[in-house]
């Protein structure tokens, strides 16, 4: 595809991202997918690791086709190796799920997303995606201002809740 086509259709998609509303509850599930929120305790205090987005930079959590073969979970957790060099314990259990609109060429269609958390236990310098994304270590704030996507900054809220109730026992 030639450059200034391909970076027409590429504009167009992020401004139909932008603008359209989250898939409606009853709207069929094309694909699921397993994410993950990689995180670490400092000083009594959960930091949340970010990691760029291949084409637009924005800041997410790892997320991506459940592998073949793996446990939602344990692909949540090839995940965080892969996109943001990080491995750790993975939850069975996922905190949430949101639903958002992929797309893949021409084709849209909606995607549902089981995010399970990773405490993190121990950070590459290189990792497979080292040259295509940034990470970012953040606080709970600073996590929920940086995602886009208000349905998943609740999802951390609640998680990070979970932990702060769970250090409180």
């Known amino acids: 595809m030639d450059m200034i086509p391909r970076m027409l259709v590429e504009s167009a998609i992020a401004l139909l991202e932008r603008i359209t509303p989250p898939p409606p509850a009853h709207a069929p599930v094309a694909e699921r997918q397993s994410g993950v929120i990689p995180y670490a305790i400092v000083e009594q205090t959960p930091v949340f690791l970010l990691v760029t987005s291949r084409q637009r930079g924005h800041w997410i959590f790892p997320k991506g086709k459940i592998g073949e073969g793996l446990t ?11 996109e943001a060099g990080v491995e750790g ?10 639903r958002a609109w992929k797309t893949r060429g021409m084709r849209r269609f909606v995607i549902e997303v089981d995010m399970y958390p990773l405490r993190v236990e121990r950070q590459h310098e290189a990792w497979r995606e080292t040259s295509q994304r940034y990470r970012h270590w953040v606080t ?3 996590a929920t201002r940086l995602v886009t996507d208000k349905r998943i900054a609740a ?15």
């Open 140 to 142: 709970l704030a600073e």
């Open 89 to 98: 314990v993975i939850a069975e259990a996922p905190v949430g799920a949101y």
């Open 72 to 82: 939602p979970a344990q692909s949540a957790a090839r995940e965080a190796h892969e």
């Open 155 to 169: 999802l951390v809220r609640t998680f990070a809740r979970s932990l702060r109730d769970a250090e409180g026992s």
